[in-house]
């Protein structure tokens, strides 16, 4: 298999894309024609699946958000959304037949943009037409500093949902504003208070900024690290194309050298503190285990999304609808996607159809980034093969130090863990990784 050589070079930027799946959404295109979805599902498993809605929807765009969402929405732009989101999960439930879900997320965007009347009917729709009930199934929602309220947090609670996730960024009111993130700290700690006794409270945190300084990052670490989460996220500050960063060109990520000091920073002082790195950004407190519930493999299992701008996976197809960052192209989507009918519902128009090339990249990119790793035995039964004949450029990694392979198992190590978004893409086919760039300029 042909992978795209790695570049020896100690100062090589690797903060050039956040790299978790494959292929990437560039990847995508229409389906000529439209893909009936119910003899698709009915030849997949489906005692395991990963139900995920999307709420492309927030109160502001970040100036370094690339998402797909749609900022400042009408209340009946929302609401018309919201029913042809209820009646795509009939007709997902009608075409899916007996399913079992192991894991449920709420994403966008921003779901507490949502009325807690709105989160309500969210709620009961999917317990309706799922079975799936939040307090059985680990269930995770999004949540920023500007949409959490009392009445919001308490649907929550009371749906037992186990994870809410919140994107602080920074506790430094002037580095999120740089990064087009206006928000005071004191609506950040109300926020925080409102999410805590949740099972796990997750924080993401932003690293690399512009003028960020190791003890500025360290003083936003510190600050999370008081309100006790279970779960923390570090990511690099990517400037990506389209965003409102990018088009004003006023926000420069700090030099490779600076954002790999404060990647270190931040895992030392969390690993110190008691968290377990899970992969390059996740740390999680020891002891604590997000995959309590019936077992869930993202490599193997299926992903049912829901709603405009929300993927779904089966083993070898993968869809959505198209996908846009800018307000004009997002918003016409989202009325393209309310106006399908019961019919084209059940059809999938955009997304691609895997090679095996595709499955056993996306097999290996998905376990080698994860601190648990990629079992030879697993990839052997899964593709009757073996990872180093199809990924040579593995045993050159051995010798380069950025993996470790003992006990049938390929892991990165601690120098190629933080390399993982550099790694990554050293493993896309020159095709993909070509797509990739030409999605990157337009």
Not at 168 to 173: G, I, M, N
Not at 268 to 274: F, I, Q, R
Not at 398 to 404: A, K, L, S
Request: hydrophobic share 40%; charged share 25%; proline share 5%.
């Amino acid at each position: 298999m042909k992978t795209l050589p790695l570049i020896d070079r100690a100062c090589a930027d690797p903060y050039v894309a956040y790299s978790y799946s494959y292929p990437h959404k560039s990847a995508y295109g229409p389906f000529q024609p439209p893909v009936d979805l119910k003899p698709v599902w009915q030849a997949e498993r489906r005692d395991a699946l990963f139900l995920y809605i999307h709420i492309p929807f927030c109160e502001m765009r970040c100036g370094f958000c690339n998402l797909f969402t749609q900022a400042n929405a009408s209340a009946d732009f929302i609401q018309a959304y919201l029913r042809s989101l209820e009646r795509q999960a009939a007709c997902m439930a009608d075409l899916l037949g007996k399913a079992t879900f192991s894991r449920f997320a709420i994403g966008g965007g921003t779901p507490t943009v949502l009325t807690s009347g709105q989160l309500d009917q969210v709620f009961d729709f999917v317990e309706k037409r799922f079975i799936l009930l939040p307090g059985r199934v680990p269930t995770s929602v999004e949540v920023s500093p500007q949409t959490v309220s009392a009445e919001r947090v308490r649907v929550l609670r009371d749906r037992g949902v186990e994870r809410v996730s919140m994107g602080v960024q920074s506790f430094v009111d002037e580095e999120s504003h740089r990064i087009g993130r206006p928000q005071k700290r004191r609506v950040v700690e109300q926020a925080l208070a409102f999410i805590d006794g949740f099972p796990i409270v997750n924080i993401d945190l932003i690293y690399g900024q512009p003028e960020q300084t190791l003890a500025s990052w360290e003083y936003s670490l510190r600050s999370a690290l008081e309100h006790e989460p279970e779960e923390l996220f570090l990511y690099p500050l990517y400037v990506r194309p389209q965003t409102g960063a990018a088009r004003r060109g006023n926000v420069q990520r700090a030099q490779a050298e600076s954002t790999l000091s404060m990647y270190r920073l931040g895992r030392d002082l969390l690993t110190s503190a008691g968290y377990e790195q899970i992969s390059m950004r996740c740390f999680r407190r020891q002891g604590i285990t997000s995959e309590e519930g019936p077992a869930y493999c993202c490599q193997r299992d299926g992903m049912v999304g829901l709603g405009a701008g929300a993927r779904s996976y089966t083993r070898d197809l993968h869809y959505s609808t198209p996908f846009a960052v800018e307000a004009v192209g997002v918003q016409k989507i989202i009325a393209n996607w309310i106006g399908l009918s019961d019919e084209q519902q059940g059809m999938a128009h955009w997304g691609i159809r895997l090679s095996d090339d595709d499955r056993k990249r996306r097999f290996v990119i998905q376990s080698l980034l994860q601190k648990t790793g990629l079992a030879d035995e697993a990839y052997r039964t899964e593709f009757a093969s073996t990872v180093e004949q199809d990924f040579p450029i593995l045993m050159r990694w051995i010798d380069q130090g950025f993996v470790i392979h003992e006990w049938g198992r390929w892991r990165l190590s601690g120098a190629g863990l933080e390399l993982s978004d550099f790694l990554g893409p050293a493993l896309y086919s020159q095709a993909r990784m070509l797509e990739l760039q030409e999605f990157s300029q337009c």
